[in-house]
């Protein structure tokens, strides 16, 4: 059983950056895609990134294409969101997922998930 833990949200101006980081334990990291989501009350859960197994293939949601980053360190078991230029719209909970396989858009394929990290964005 794959766990996820998610870490370094937090309070930032508008303008600014946070580097999210997600550590897996449980599983064969190398083994699994990863991607990023987010959450704010009374939405539903929406995909911001992804990355395969092997860092080749990245894709993001064109709200944050050109201002965040996602990238991954195999030997850490850790994926990385670099987020830059944050806006106020980009508060969420952000959530890291899970799966053996790559390519999903919808939440409802990723199989694992972790417990989200708040990121708020102040004008």
């Known amino acids: 059983q794959v766990q996820l833990v998610e870490s370094g949200g937090g309070l930032v101006q508008a303008g600014g950056s946070l580097r999210l980081s997600c550590v897996a334990s449980?599983?064969?990291?190398?083994?699994?895609?990863m991607g990023w989501y987010r959450q704010v009350p009374g939405k539903e859960r929406e995909f911001v990134a992804r990355?395969?197994?092997?860092?080749?293939?990245?894709y993001y949601d064109d709200s944050v294409k050109g201002r965040f980053t996602c990238s991954r360190d195999n030997a850490k078991s850790t994926v990385y969101l670099q987020m830059d230029s944050l806006r106020p719209e980009d508060t969420a909970t952000y959530y890291c997922?899970?799966?053996?396989?790559?390519?999903?858009?919808?939440?409802?394929?990723?199989?694992?998930w972790g417990l989200g990290t708040q990121v708020t964005v102040s004008s």
């Open positions: 990355i395969s197994r092997n860092s080749v293939f990245t």
């Open positions: 997922a899970a799966d053996t396989t790559y390519g999903f858009d919808d939440a409802a394929e990723w199989t694992y």
């Open positions: 449980g599983g064969a990291f190398s083994t699994l895609a």
